[in-house]
């Protein structure tokens, strides 16, 4: 599983974190941030395990960037 980006509570700092876990360790992993901090983005895999990241918002305002992810 893995979860990107996201927001502090009041909506003031957006982050460009991607973390994964493995279910069979019980261990979660910091793994390379994504170039554009967000939150509320579409997340879809493909059977090659990229991750596509679409759309979201952050201090700009919403974004039309998508970006593949590489696990």
């Known amino acids: 599983m893995h979860v ?3 927001q502090t509570g ?3 700092t957006f982050f460009d974190g ?3 876990y ?4 019980g261990v979660w992993t910091t793994e390379s941030p ?3 901090p ?3 983005a579409g997340l879809a895999r493909t059977p090659n395990g ?3 990241v679409c759309g979201g918002n952050n201090q700009l305002g919403f974004q039309s960037v998508v970006e ?3 696990p």
Do not use: F, K, N, Q
């Open 4 to 6: 990107i980006g996201g």
């Open 10 to 12: 009041g909506g003031v």
């Open 18 to 20: 991607v973390e994964s």
């Open 22 to 25: 493995d279910s069979m360790t």
């Open 34 to 36: 994504m170039p554009t």
């Open 38 to 40: 967000r939150a509320g």
């Open 50 to 52: 990229r991750l596509y």
């Open 68 to 70: 593949v992810y590489d």
